[in-house]
């Protein structure tokens, strides 16, 4: 057997026990055959194969699959739901299953506007790990000229398809957000940090949608009714993760989620259009008027 088949096998047996929570062994072996139909491939093992198995799960994707001798099934354990892992796996995943299939360009079409800047990861994130400064040349959206600045680098972390780093300036010692994709280069520098005992990036970005975070004002408890079909839509695939829903009928979904007001989520409302309705509270209100009154005044609308 490959050695892509014994990796879309791992894959295979992480995915359903993603996907049932728990199973046993004659489950995911009555899996791993319906795939093995599906891609015209044998992936059903013996039990003992299947022991060797998560030994190598383990090992390659440090993935800890665990069995409850009082039910007599596998499960994932806890830990290993991270967002990292998920991401990890999905990427694998998408890999492995592109090259076992051929001429897969006659099916599948991919984006082709993507964010540039990726090629920084490597060295980024040698620097936040070893806690080296680093001078770092950044070029803003409205500034015509590139800024050279030593940087603390914490953290990494995505918004909308766009990463940023995380940095304190040492010029103004204020933590910022730096966009991969102005990142024009950076140098190691013999200068080390040390990383802040308070941080907690998760908690810093909590109420945030992206990557503003005004730190003089709370967070606002926002109320928002959707059309039904548009409602669907965000069941699916929510907000934020403070979402939860008031109402839920054949007129409306009226969910509440708990967020800065920035521009960042005044341009993701914007997108739905007419199919939301922002019902509190009232500065939010006041400033989507105020957008799609200048929007109207554009296009010759009073």
């Known amino acids: ?114 964010a540039h800047g990726t090629h920084h990861f490597y060295g980024l994130l040698h620097a936040i790990k070893n806690r080296v400064v680093i001078l770092l040349v950044h070029q803003k959206f409205d500034s015509d000229t590139p800024k050279e600045r030593p940087v603390e680098p914490y953290a990494l972390k995505e918004s909308k398809g766009r990463w940023y780093l995380l940095a304190k300036d040492r010029h103004d010692r204020r933590i910022k957000t730096f966009g991969l994709d102005r990142i024009l280069g950076f140098q190691l520098t013999p200068g080390r940090f040390d990383y802040p005992a308070h941080l907690d990036v998760n908690e810093m970005f909590r109420f945030c949608f992206g990557v503003i975070n005004p730190d003089d004002i709370p967070p606002d408890e926002i109320i928002l009714s959707f059309e039904p079909e548009q409602g669907k839509y965000i069941k699916s695939y ?65």
């Open 238 to 302: 929510p907000i934020h993760e403070s979402q939860s829903i008031i109402t839920d009928n054949d007129h409306e979904l009226r969910i509440k989620i708990t967020l800065f007001i920035t521009h960042d989520l005044v341009m993701e409302l914007l997108s739905y259009g007419m199919g939301v309705k922002i019902i509190s509270p009232d500065r939010l209100i006041k400033a989507m008027q105020g957008i799609y009154k200048g929007a109207a005044a554009q296009y010759g609308q009073e």
């Open 1 to 114: 057997m490959a050695k892509q088949d014994y990796i879309f096998r791992y894959l295979t047996i992480i995915k359903k026990l993603r996907q049932s929570g728990e199973a046993t062994f004659k489950e995911i072996n009555d899996y791993l055959g319906k795939e093995s139909e599906f891609l015209d491939r044998t992936y059903s093992v013996s039990n003992r194969t299947f022991i060797r198995d998560l030994t190598e799960i383990r090992a390659l994707f440090k993935v800890d699959i665990r069995y409850d001798f009082s039910k007599g099934v596998y499960f994932l354990a806890e830990d290993q739901q991270s967002d990292l892992n998920n991401r990890m796996l999905e990427s694998i995943d998408t890999i492995n299953s592109l090259k076992m299939m051929s001429d897969i360009t006659k099916y599948m079409f991919f984006e082709k506007r993507r």
